[in-house]
């Protein structure tokens, strides 16, 4: 079955520890980039990659980092997560830019 | 930078009534405007998009139009029922500054569907 995975569902964590949401693809896309999701805010983009090694800054990108070392994986790191990292998460992914995205299942995360 | 904004915020309708949710881009340059479903609780999944090069695109009750020289567009749903409600997020495609496109999000509307 086509799909992107996310890992993990829910993850409370505290102040500056670091973390890190895995996400999977297992459709060959080329395109995967990460969102957050916060009320009233819409989905707003951290990060995207266009392939392996090839990645770049979305729109909110302070605080996060990524990589993609493999096609299928493209995680997602905190280093030193802060309170105003609460927030809903999805990773997606698509063949190539400008075509339909696949979004993952979503991480809710909250930093206390 | 690229600019999204999507009205109404919340849409109330009766089922059977039409629905029209609204947006408007702020870069001439994009190409690329798709509609997302997200249903309470679930992931966004693609309803409908379309291309600069196109109008209007329909796929039974679901339409988008495109204005390219106001920079709106559009999505229209006809005869909704009860499933249709949901938040509904507008996109436009921007160049990002390593070269490649990337999506722009409205902040949604919320769509109720009352039986």
């Known amino acids: 079955e086509a799909q992107v995975t996310q890992n993990p569902r829910y993850l409370i964590t505290v102040t500056g520890k670091k973390l890190t949401v895995t996400c999977s693809q297992n459709m060959n896309h080329e395109y995967m980039s990460w969102y957050r999701q916060d009320p009233g805010l819409g989905l707003r983009q951290i990060y995207y990659?266009?392939?392996?090694?090839?990645?770049d800054k979305g729109d909110v990108p302070e605080g996060y980092k990524v990589s993609r070392k493999e096609k299928r994986n493209f995680p997602l790191i905190l280093e030193s997560p802060s309170p105003n990292q609460t927030s809903l998460y999805f990773c997606a992914s698509s063949l190539w830019p400008n075509t339909e995205a696949f979004f993952g299942q979503g991480t809710r995360l909250t930093v206390v | 930078g690229e600019n999204v904004e999507q009205h109404p915020s919340t849409l109330s309708v009766q089922e059977g009534d039409s629905a029209v949710i609204k947006c408007t881009y702020s870069d001439s340059a994009s190409n690329y405007f798709p509609w997302y479903k997200q249903e309470l609780g679930k992931r966004p999944q693609l309803i409908i998009d379309i291309r600069s090069n196109v109008g209007e695109k329909k796929d039974q009750r679901i339409a988008v139009t495109l204005n390219k020289t106001a920079k709106h567009f559009s999505l229209h749903i006809t005869e909704t029922q009860p499933e249709d409600s949901a938040v509904y997020f507008c996109?436009?495609?921007?160049?990002?500054?390593?070269?490649?496109?990337?999506?722009?999000f409205g902040a949604g509307t919320r769509l109720a569907v009352h039986p």
């Open positions: 996109a436009a495609s921007r160049k990002g500054s390593g070269g490649y496109n990337k999506l722009i």
């Open positions: 990659s266009m392939n392996v090694e090839v990645t």
